[in-house]
C-alpha cells in the first residue's frame, strides 16, 4: 500500500573509516555475519581515496537498503567524532552500536548484547570483555576484561570513578559499544573538537558524560576481536610522544563539562583533580623514574639474595 513506511531496524551499526582498505571488508562482512538480524549498517567515509571509498560504495550498492554510504559535505575529513555524530544522524534505530574498520565481531555480538539492553530497560550502554587480537598476524591473543566488575548493572558515577582515564580498570573499545539512542541524543553525541591527535581521548570524552548520566552494563563475554597493528590511532599518538599532551587536553575538558553541570558527585572532581595532578609532565616525569628506580632495585635486590645464597652454601 502506497504511503506505508518500513519500520526502522532495532539497531543502526556505525562504522566510520578513512583509507581503510586493507581491513574495512572483514569488519562489514563480521557485521553481515550476525545472527540478529534487525539491523542496518552505516558506512560513514571520513575522506578517503578512492580505493577505500569504492569499497564501500560497492557494499552499499550490493546490500542496499541494509547498508548505507555517507559522506560528509564536499568529501571532508573532520576527524572520528563527526563522522560518528554523521553515523548517528543518519540512523532511525532504538541503539547505537560502532565497529571501526580495522575490528571484527564474533556472529552472536548483536543478540547478546540487544537481550541485556532488553532485561535493563534503564541503561544506557553495554560491552563486554575485548580480544585484544594479535594472532591475526601470527601473535599471541590476550582476553582484557572491561569495567571493575562484570556482570551487574553499574549506577552513575561508579563506573567515572573506577574507569580509566580517572580510575585504573581498563575503559570499553568503541566497536565493542551498544548504545541507547534516546541516551546518545541526550549528551550530544561525540565531541567533535577532539580533532587531530586529540582523537585518542574521543571516544573516552563521550563515555565521561555517559558515566554520569546513565546505568551501563560490563560483561563477562568476549564479542570483539580488537585488532592490535602499529597503524592504529592510539599506537601513532604513543609513538610520537603526544600522549600527555591529549591526556591534558582531555581533562581540561572535563573539568570544564563538570562545572557546568548540576550536582556533580564530589567524588568525581576529586578523581579529576588527581588525575591532573598525575598527568602533569613534570609529575608524570618522577613518577616514572621511581617507578624504573623500584623496578632496577628489586632486581638488583634478587640478584645480591641469589649471590648470597650461592656463596652460602
Same mark, same amino acid.
Given at each position: ?18 583509507? =581503510?582498505? $586493507?581491513? #574495512? *571488508?572483514? @569488519? ?7 545472527? &540478529?538480524? +534487525? ?42 567524532? =563527526?563522522? $560518528?555524530? #554523521? *553515523?548517528? @544522524? ?7 552500536? &560502532?565497529? +571501526? ?213
Amino acid at each position: 500500500m502506497s504511503g506505508m513506511t518500513t519500520p526502522a531496524p532495532r539497531v543502526s551499526v556505525v562504522t566510520i573509516f578513512l583509507n =581503510a582498505e $586493507r581491513f #574495512l *571488508g572483514e @569488519a562489514i562482512e563480521s557485521v553481515l555475519a550476525q545472527s &540478529f538480524r +534487525d539491523f542496518e549498517l552505516i558506512l560513514v567515509d571520513d575522506g578517503s581515496d578512492e580505493p577505500c571509498s569504492a569499497i564501500a560504495r560497492g557494499y552499499a550498492n550490493r546490500y542496499a537498503p541494509r547498508v548505507q554510504y555517507v559522506e560528509h559535505h564536499g568529501h571532508r575529513n573532520l576527524g572520528m567524532s =563527526a563522522s $560518528r555524530n #554523521l *553515523g548517528i @544522524a543518519a540512523s532511525q534505530s532504538e541503539f547505537i552500536a &560502532f565497529i +571501526d574498520a580495522d575490528d571484527v565481531w564474533s556472529a552472536d555480538k548483536l543478540a547478546e548484547q540487544v537481550a541485556i539492553m532488553d532485561a535493563h530497560p534503564n541503561l544506557g550502554m553495554s560491552c563486554g570483555a575485548v580480544r585484544f587480537w594479535r594472532s591475526w598476524d601470527g601473535r599471541q591473543d590476550v582476553i582484557v576484561p572491561t569495567g571493575h566488575a562484570q556482570n551487574r548493572v553499574i549506577p552513575p558515577p561508579e563506573a567515572s570513578l573506577a574507569l580509566y582515564p580517572l580510575g585504573k580498570a581498563v575503559a570499553p573499545c568503541p566497536s565493542d559499544l551498544l548504545l541507547r539512542r534516546n541516551v546518545v541524543a541526550s549528551l550530544g553525541g561525540f565531541e567533535e573538537h577532539f580533532t587531530g591527535p586529540r582523537q585518542m581521548y574521543e571516544d573516552q570524552a563521550f563515555l565521561a558524560k555517559l558515566y554520569l548520566a546513565a546505568p551501563v552494563f560490563f560483561s563477562d563475554k568476549v564479542w570483539l576481536n580488537y585488532r592490535q597493528h602499529p597503524d592504529s590511532y592510539v599506537a601513532k599518538v604513543k609513538r610520537q610522544g603526544q600522549y600527555l599532551e591529549v591526556r591534558q587536553y582531555f581533562l581540561s575538558w572535563l573539568e570544564r563539562y563538570l562545572e557546568g553541570l548540576p550536582d556533580v558527585d564530589t567524588r568525581v572532581g576529586t578523581a579529576l583533580r588527581r588525575a591532573r595532578r598525575f598527568s602533569h609532565p613534570l609529575v608524570h616525569g618522577i613518577t616514572q623514574r621511581s617507578a624504573e628506580l623500584l623496578r632496577w632495585g628489586m632486581h638488583t635486590g634478587r640478584r645480591v639474595k641469589r649471590l648470597t645464597s650461592r656463596f652460602a652454601r
